[in-house]
């Protein structure tokens, strides 16, 4: 009898860096932006960005708006309706291997996303990514 088990390897993420920049400095201020680790193999990210207007039309990126919502839930208060104003953060954010899988090949990838406000490029947030 021959018995063939198929099951996904777990993949742990390792973030490596992260940068932020802003480009309408009289819409968004970025408070906070950088790594946090919390042993060798966890480095946390933690982001604090802040909308100094109501911001009822933003255009979240297109992976953010898919899947990434429900990783950053319990680490973020960005998951609400409109508008968006004042502080948001993302704190002691990890992408928790049991949420994570990935299709792709073992390589080094890194996550750029530009955030639009008003339809005008206002933030950009990128982050290197390493599977390991």
């Not at 933003?58 to 992976?63: A, C, D, L, N, Q």
């Not at 960005?78 to 104003?85: G, K, R």
């Not at 954010?93 to 899988?101: D, H």
Request: net charge positive.
């Amino acid at each position: 009898m021959f018995l063939q088990v198929c099951a996904k390897p777990k993949v742990l993420i390792k973030i490596t860096n992260t940068h932020c920049e802003s480009f309408k400095k009289l819409w968004t201020v970025i408070n906070e932006c950088r790594l946090h680790a919390l042993r060798r193999d966890i480095v946390t990210l933690n982001r604090n960005i802040t909308f100094r207007h109501p911001a009822n039309d933003i255009e979240k990126p297109f992976v953010v708006r898919l899947s990434m919502l429900t990783t950053f839930k319990s680490f973020s208060n960005i998951n609400h309706t409109c508008p968006y104003v004042g502080v948001q953060l993302l704190l002691n954010f990890y992408p928790k291997n049991e949420l994570v899988t990935l299709f792709l090949p073992s390589s080094d990838y890194i996550l750029l996303m530009d955030w639009f406000l008003s339809k005008k490029k206002t933030f950009a947030t990128n982050t290197p990514l390493t599977p390991s």
